[in-house]
């Protein structure tokens, strides 16, 4: 990628994917450089500041980072904080990527996303999935007719987190659905659109005495079928079984797992015409996935240079926020006229 160096501040460490962005972006200089870390909390600050994802890096404040000048910021604090921050930024013009997901407050969030559609500012939200390479490929097969009439999707977000880990989750009020469930109903978003209803089924295992949310599912209703998303933070080898099942009148295909490695298979009408039953599924051939982030902020440096159109606008992002919620439990009016 050629063009000026992007400025890049990098505002928190409380964040899960904090380390993971830092890398990507530190293992592109020619793309990005970092200007220095921001991380106001005490106790984060003591835990984080040796890391060797930021090794060498400038540890600052917010006032102090900004006089730097920036082109643009990484907010990768506590979840809970994530729109706040970013408002801070956006107030002063710098362009933004937030991790997910954005906050418990569909008000906030559509307030951040006006006043960076005011001042043209972009936002990329930390949904990685959107980039990888077979997700890119089934949208490519929706797209030009390949799959037929899509009725349904199945995403599944497991992992398997310590006792403590999911004692944590109590920071939410649905847990593992806010937290990790977020990144499929992104997906079902993006492939299905808005759903006529939401019925989310959020409960605790109590497993090992923790009563958090722990086991997420929900259910999203549309005119040909209904379409699920289920995160779990208990289940044995769950992230190797992290997948995205897609459904056509005219092909099926399974991503499974969604990464390391990611693997694919479709399954095309015309392969079993004829048959009553013949398993013909067929793995698929991807392009080199590259690091987990790596697309994704090499996407964001082309847009904050204005070479291109964020392809998940600002109403985007705020209408699959309204389905997030929905999927935790919220009383959103997902069909309301509200649109960024």
Known sequence: MTGRKIRLGHIGTAHDHSTGFMACVRSFPEVFEVVGI????PGYYA?????????GLAWMTEDEL??????????????????KTALRWAERGVHLHIDKPAGDSLEDFGRLLRLAKQKNLVVQMGYMYRYNKAVQQCLQWIQDGTLGTIYQVDAIMDTEHRKEKREWLGHFDAGIMFFLGCHIVDLV??????????????????LDGVQTIDHGFAVFEYDRGVSTVRATSTEINGYGRRQLVVCGSKGTVEIKPLENPTEMTVTLSQDTAGREYSDR???????????????MMLDFAEMVRGTKANPY????????????????????????????
């Open 38 to 41: 921001v991380e106001p909390d």
């Open 313 to 340: 606008d600002y109403n985007y992002e705020y209408q699959l926020h309204k389905l997030i919620l929905a999927a935790c439990g919220q009383a959103i009016d997902i069909h309301a006229d509200d649109a960024i």
């Open 189 to 206: 978003y993006l492939i299905q659109g808005m759903p006529n209803k939401v019925v989310p089924y959020n409960r605790s295992t109590g």
């Open 281 to 295: 599924q067929q793995p698929v051939e991807l392009p080199p996935q590259g690091g987990r982030y790596d697309a």
């Open 66 to 83: 900004f006089r730097r000048g920036v082109d643009a910021v990484q907010v990768e604090g506590f979840e809970l904080d994530l729109v």
């Open 47 to 55: 835990q984080n500041k040796d890391n060797p994802a930021y090794d």
